[in-house]
């Protein structure tokens, strides 16, 4: 009998009852494939890899929990109830019955997604951390020009750039934004949203160009799901500041493109709201209790007359005092604060030809006042107040004494480094220095820019500390041999260590031998200083014969470690090594770059 024989029915087992192919589930569910796809999106049901494929290695699997799943979402119904309408509305329009076509698609039967996403996103927190990838595909939606071929409407489109800058005036006002970087495909931004991090993609504002290799369908499904959920999640952060949602925005600012003016004015507008609404709380800390139309007064109004009586009254408006400190003590942590106030008492002035709402959005966050060329602008260009002008052109015409005139790159700089950087380098038609990614841990790539040192001396400087003199650095004080057999090191790097710490232990033994012939009154001759150097150099000798012994043994020891290893760990323990190799190789590139391009600039020097 061949192994995997089971008898005519008998009930299957293993992973034969526990997946089904793409094609068995659709026949299961009686849907079309794309449908069915559609449902699987925004269901979350997506493909698995089961260690055995039964029906082979070309098909694609779902768990049949998954599937079971589907067959009693109540969505199938009226995806069904859709598709039986649309053929109402396909048969009057063959009979030429305009009429009732007409009327049939007005009264077309619709369904939401709000269900769909408190299933899937039982906490908010669960929320933003799926956010990531709603964000990006919210914004790249936003810049994309409308297709009727594509199905990409318009109204799609406005509601995209809608969110968008809703959610940008949220972070932007509550000052949550903690990283920026500018690349090819556009601007990344980080922000930290209830201990969340969440990065998104922005595309720059360009005429973007649709390519035919990517199917529209499958996205806009996906769109579909993510504007229901950043619609709920900004509804949730606008009322936790106590700001209503959706905002009332100044139409006028609406068509001049600054929405995210208007969404600023209107925080502002409604959080002087709530300060007037907070008034008739009396100077005697009790609350004005009112009296309904029968003489007896309201039971809420009583209930907060006696929560009012119960907390301390030293001071007016106790109450309000507690509520506005306890808002406090959730948003104003230490990287809040440093972020709100980094520009501070600045304004900023933006050219026309600078990317604008990216700094609309971005100087704000970080307590800074921007205005912009343009109708509908705070202030305007000739206001004397302003520190700093951002211009992106080789030259400026006119310029103005008061104030900096530098490159946008400037601002993204010193968000990243969380100081007011030198602006000397960001001139006006002078070539930047290199933009850093923020995003990237320098120490464990093992490769420092020589721009990002210069960044943390300036911020070592903002600080007040004292850093380490250049050179002199841990690897001086640490055993070159230790980090050698931990890996941590090259054997090139090992052997530098190794005789630079030599030669200070020499260093360090001759001062002290001269301090001590000092001492004893005894003049300090050639003949000493000669013997003082036969001795370091017999030294150096030894100690370069001990590291050669060292470096023996760790190799041995590896190599006796990589014997009693099993075949899966050696695989793996080469796989890192390999890893290894490549980052030092990579980092040794760098170096080289950087060598040849200070040749370069010697040579042109000179």
Not at 351 to 374: D, K, M
Not at 393 to 412: A, C, D, K, M, N
Not at 514 to 525: R, T
């Amino acid at each position: 009998m061949p192994k995997h024989y089971r008898p005519p029915g008998k009930k299957k087992e293993g992973n034969a009852a526990r997946y089904v192919t793409r094609s068995q589930a659709v026949k299961q569910l009686q849907v079309s494939l794309p449908l069915f796809r559609r449902l699987c999106i925004l269901k979350g049901v997506f493909p698995r890899e089961p260690k055995k494929k039964v029906k082979g290695n070309h098909h694609t699997y779902y768990h049949t929990k998954d599937i079971a799943f589907l067959h009693h979402e109540p969505l199938l119904e009226k995806f069904r109830d859709i598709r039986a309408y649309d053929k109402k509305v396909k048969k009057a329009k063959a009979k030429k019955n305009r009429d009732l076509a007409e009327r049939l698609l007005t009264r077309r039967p619709g369904y939401t997604l709000d269900r769909l996403i408190r299933e899937r996103y039982p906490k908010f927190t669960d929320a933003l951390r799926d956010l990531d990838d709603c964000l990006t595909m919210v914004h790249l939606f936003a810049a994309l020009p409308a297709i009727e071929s594509e199905k990409v409407q318009v109204k799609r489109i406005h509601n995209c750039r809608r969110l968008s800058h809703e959610w940008q005036a949220y972070i932007s006002r509550t000052h949550k934004l903690r990283k920026t970087f500018i690349s090819v495909k556009g601007i990344y931004y980080q922000a930290e949203v209830e201990g969340q991090k969440i990065t998104w993609l922005a595309p720059h504002s360009l005429q973007q160009v649709l390519t035919d290799d990517v199917d529209f369908n499958v996205m806009l499904t996906f769109l579909e799901f993510y504007e229901t959920l950043l619609a709920f999640v900004n509804f949730r952060h606008y009322h936790s500041i106590n700001v209503k949602y959706p905002p009332i925005l100044d139409s006028r600012l609406e068509a001049l493109a600054a929405e995210l003016y208007a969404l600023s004015r209107y925080f502002t507008a409604n959080s002087s709201a709530i300060a007037s609404e907070s008034q008739p709380i009396s100077s005697s800390g009790s609350v004005q209790i009112d009296i309904t139309k029968d003489g007896t007064p309201d039971e809420s109004e009583l209930r907060l007359a006696q929560l009012q009586h119960q907390l301390p009254s030293n001071e007016p408006g106790t109450l309000m005092h507690l509520v506005e400190d306890a808002n406090g003590e959730d948003e104003d942590d230490e990287e809040t604060k440093e972020c709100k106030t980094l520009f501070k008492n600045k304004k900023f002035f933006l050219s026309r030809e600078v990317p604008r709402e990216s700094l609309l959005f971005v100087i704000p966050a970080f307590g800074g006042v921007v205005s912009w060329e343009g109708e509908g602008a705070p202030f305007k260009e000739a206001d004397q107040s302003i520190t700093y002008q951002i211009v992106d052109r080789p030259t400026q015409g006119h310029i103005f004494l008061s104030r900096e005139y530098i490159q946008p790159q400037w601002v993204y700089d010193c968000v990243n480094a969380r100081i007011i950087l030198p602006t000397d380098a960001y001139m006006v038609g002078r070539v930047p220095p290199p933009h850093l990614s923020p995003f990237v841990d320098n120490e464990t790539e093992g490769y420092v820019p020589e721009y990002a040192e210069t960044i943390k001396r300036l911020q070592a400087a903002a600080r007040k500390e004292v850093l380490p003199i250049p050179g002199a650095g841990k690897e001086d004080l640490d055993d070159p041999q230790n980090l050698l057999v931990e890996g941590i090191i090259s054997r090139t790097e090992a052997n530098e260590a190794a005789e630079r710490k030599k030669k200070m232990l020499a260093l360090e033994k001759q001062y002290h031998n001269e301090l001590q012939l000092e001492l004893q009154g005894v003049q300090y001759s050639s003949s000493v200083s000669n013997v003082n150097k036969r001795s370091s150099v017999k030294d150096t000798e030894a100690g370069e014969e001990s590291l050669l012994d060292m470096q023996q043994i760790a190799e041995d020891s590896t190599t006796m470690s990589k014997v009693v290893m099993s075949r899966k760990k050696r695989r793996l323990y080469e796989a890192m090594q390999i890893g290894k190799e490549r980052k030092r190789a990579h980092v040794d590139l760098l170096k080289e770059r950087k060598q040849k391009l200070k040749e370069a600039q010697g040579s042109e020097k000179s």
